[in-house]
């Protein structure tokens, strides 16, 4: 659905200094203070809002709607390759990839890293934590999914409105930006992938939430997955993602693994009651991750994460949502991940990102990768699609890349990369020559003793005596290369 943003430019007098702030920013004084903040001193209360800021901001004045352009184009804001409604394998691009703005990156994060502050230009954002910033912050973000063309979105509590005093107060902040959300998402007919409680940040979780081993801790992570569920639900939110931000330990010398793993359980059991007690029918999601911030998460994999749904019989409620960082932090490439995801017929979403190969932590890079995007594409198509789930760009720009067309290049960029692996899956798929390769080289299996195996028909002394009969089995080659020759046919 197209919407016309009334132009700020128009009407800009009054506006608050923040708002006024374009082009290269001045904050190299203190860089780590927010460019905005360091220049605002007080927030903005509503009534010093005219009222149409409420509404929309224009964050990105200088921005127009992302057309398609094709491959020709020299625009770097235009789409190469992602055309929304262009039909690949039956099914329109826009559904088949389901892409999603994640509200902490685009919105939230001020792009610091271990040895400096943010340096993002937000010139919407006054820094503060006031609700008034928060619910500006909503319109700016519906204006980037807006210009961008990305149907959903995803945030975390903590992201979308401030954490107050209080969890009374929290609450009443979160419920006064769930406003602000509800009535975007209604002007604009865009939807809420998944929603997701923040439980690592704040210092209370310091030692884990589910896993903490104070049960005051535990409660007050129960109380804000109530209330991201809540505000989910009343969303209309396809999803809820639990990602064990904290779960895991820094030390066994001073843990009790079993327990804390009971208590996690124990967490997300709650959260299936609740679910039901309140009606929500979206999916829940679990996001694997090995470590960072903790030495070792407890959700370290696909496999970890399986085995731990199977153990406290709670397979039937979660499906499992991928990150590749994630996957390449665990050793594991994100094919693997998928393919182990979709073997238990757990693969939901997917945090679209990627690592960098030189540095050991979670970069949360935009993918650009052709070869990367075309294996998870290929997966992805394999099992029927994506269903509640999609493509969320859990990735944030580089810290040298801090102007808000950035936002625009980084996820121009991944839609791009997804368009062109979804169309070079589909080929690899229409061709099937890998999907004979790979039939044939089972084939052993699927009559004579091989199909006696797979049925369970025989045991260790019929295959002995077919050793007897037979002799030596005659081995075919794998053609690893002939076939990675053949994926490079298709790019
Ligand atoms: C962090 C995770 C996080 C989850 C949501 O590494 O990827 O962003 O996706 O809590
Ligand atoms: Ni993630
Ligand atoms: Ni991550």
């Known amino acids: 659905m197209t919407h016309q943003w009334p132009s700020l430019k128009a009407m800009s007098f009054g506006l608050h200094p923040a708002f006024r702030l374009r082009g290269p920013s001045t904050f190299t004084q203190n860089p780590s203070v927010h460019p905005c903040h360091s220049r605002c001193t007080r927030s903005l209360s509503a009534s010093l809002l005219p009222p149409y800021l409420t509404t929309m901001n224009e964050a990105f004045p200088d921005i127009q709607k992302i057309q398609f352009e094709g491959p020709k ?3 770097p804001l235009a789409f190469k390759h992602y055309n929304a409604d262009e039909v690949v394998g039956g099914k329109k ?5 389901r892409f999603g703005v994640a509200y902490w990156h685009a919105m939230r994060n001020t792009l610091s890293d271990p040895f400096g502050g943010g340096t993002a230009q937000r010139p919407w954002d006054d820094g503060s934590s006031s609700v008034e910033n928060a619910q500006r912050r909503v319109w700016a973000c519906f204006e980037f999914m807006d210009k961008l063309g990305v149907d959903y979105y995803c945030w975390h509590d903590r992201d979308v409105a401030p954490e107050l005093d209080t969890l009374a107060e929290s609450n009443r902040a979160f419920d006064a930006v769930a406003d602000e959300l509800e009535k975007a998402q209604q002007q604009t007919g865009k939807k809420l992938l998944w929603g997701t409680a923040c439980l690592f940040s704040h210092a209370r979780y310091c030692q884990g939430a589910g896993t903490s081993p104070n049960a005051g801790v535990f409660a007050y992570a129960a ?7 809540d505000v989910t639900h009343r969303l209309g939110g396809e999803g809820y993602t639990f990602w064990g931000g904290r779960e895991g330990y820094a030390t066994l010398w001073n843990t009790n693994m079993k327990r804390e793993l009971d208590h996690l359980a124990r967490l997300l059991h709650m959260a299936v009651d609740y679910k ?8 829940f999601y679990i996001e694997p991750k090995p470590r960072e911030p903790s030495t070792h998460q407890y959700d370290s994999d696909s496999a970890a994460c399986l085995n731990f749904l199977r153990e406290y019989g709670l397979m039937d409620h979660f499906k499992l949502n991928i990150e590749t960082n994630h996957a390449t932090l665990a050793g594991h490439t994100m094919r693997h991940e998928l393919q182990v995801a979709i073997a238990a017929n757990a693969l939901g979403s997917v945090d679209a990102n990627t690592g960098d190969e030189l540095i050991g932590w979670d970069t949360d890079q935009f993918p650009t990768d052709i070869y990367l995007t075309t294996e998870i594409m290929l997966e992805v198509l394999r099992m029927g699609g994506f269903t509640t789930g999609g493509l969320n760009f859990d990735a944030k720009c580089r810290r040298e890349s801090f102007e808000p067309v950035d936002l625009f290049h980084a996820h121009i960029g991944g839609m791009d990369a997804f368009a062109r692996g979804l169309k070079v899956a589909n080929a690899i798929i229409e061709d099937g020559r890998f999907a004979a390769f790979i039939k044939s080289r089972y084939a052993s299996f699927d009559t004579g003793i091989g199909a006696k195996i797979e049925k369970g028909e025989v045991g260790f002394e019929e295959l002995e005596a077919h050793v007897l009969a037979n ?3 005659l081995l075919a080659s794998g053609r690893q290369e002939m076939l990675e020759n053949l994926v490079n046919d298709y790019l």
Not at 93 to 97: I, P, S, V
Not at 223 to 229: E, S, T, Y
Request: cysteine-free; glycine content about 12%.
């Open 73 to 75: 184009s020299r625009n």
């Open 93 to 97: 691009m826009r559904d088949h990839l």
């Open 223 to 229: 109380a804000q997955v109530k209330k991201a569920m």
């Open 276 to 283: 039901q007690k309140i009606g929500f029918t979206g999916q």
């Open 471 to 473: 002799g030596e089995p």
